[in-house]
């Protein structure tokens, strides 16, 4: 627990200071997460038997997240450079060397789009001026505070009142006690948080509730992986955390749902 304390004390204002500095300094830690992630995923696939490619996949995953940042964000130029790291994929698994069979060349794919969706993080953060305390700013802002409120809170709730399990075969520490507190830990942050992006009290709070349920459907998703692997964590970068995907394996879903729900529903640029 003290390890896990201290990463935390100092991974944390790292991350939240690049995330407020924003511009290519944030684009640089994101790709880097981007490849780091992607490795545990390999790792993870490898454990079950699979040879997914490696430098192909990791190249594929970072210029994805490079594009979010260095692309026009609405037009079609992120959209082609992941369809050109498709096509790479697909090309290799053609024309593979030897031991590197169609399943490999599929989850190779898989896990570009799996990791890859840490672009969304990008993408979020240029929203308004993409640095500083503007639009990106406050939207990121309420995609992690209610995924952490959620984590936080289903901990407790899940250790304290916890009786009836979430998803047993997948996750059985789970329980469904832990969902409601979580819901209601996301609901508390975003009824907080709603006023700074700004947004009305109680569509911060619902906002929070869905960004809870989405993040519990994350994190399900890696403790699937990781069972089926037969290992506790998907990497050892963070001690007391495990690895990239085991800390923001909750977000990855959520980062894309509170990025459109930004854009699409409320209409920033």
């Known amino acids: 627990m003290l390890v896990r304390i201290l990463t935390g004390l100092v991974g944390i204002p790292v991350f939240l200071g690049l995330l407020y500095v924003g511009q ?8 880097g997460m981007g490849l780091i992630a992607f490795y545990e995923y390999a790792r993870l696939m490898r454990a079950m038997g699979h040879r997914p490619a490696l430098p192909l996949g990791g190249a594929a995953t970072a210029a994805i997240v490079l594009a979010a940042g260095l692309l026009p964000p609405h037009g079609a130029h992120a959209g082609a450079v992941a369809a050109l790291a498709t096509l790479a994929i697909l090309a290799w698994t053609v024309f593979r060397p ?62 304290t009142w916890g009786r009836h399990q979430l998803a047993p075969k997948i996750s ?77 394996d909750s977000s990855l879903f959520v980062l894309p749902f509170v990025y459109y729900i930004a854009t699409l529903l409320y209409g920033v640029s």
Do not use: N
């Not at 109680?202 to 399900?220: E, F, H, M, N, R």
């Open 98 to 159: 030897e031991g590197f069979s169609a399943m490999d060349g599929l989850l190779t794919l898989a896990g570009v789009f799996y990791v890859g969706l840490l672009s969304y993080l990008v993408l979020l953060r240029r929203l308004g001026g993409g640095a500083g305390w503007d639009a990106g700013l406050m939207w990121a802002g309420m995609a992690f505070l209610c995924t952490w409120g959620a984590d936080t809170l289903a901990y407790f709730v899940g250790i």
């Open 24 to 31: 290519w300094p944030f684009l640089v830690l994101v790709a």
């Open 172 to 248: 059985p520490q789970k329980s469904v006690e832990g969902l409601l507190g979580g819901i209601a830990g996301a609901a508390l942050a975003g009824l907080l948080w709603g006023p700074a992006i700004p947004l009305p009290r109680w569509q911060g709070a619902a906002l929070g509730a869905a960004i809870a349920l989405i993040a519990t459907v994350g994190d399900l998703a890696e403790s699937a992986l990781k069972r089926t692997a037969g290992v506790k964590d998907a990497g050892r970068l963070l001690p007391g955390h495990g690895g990239v995907l085991d800390r923001f």
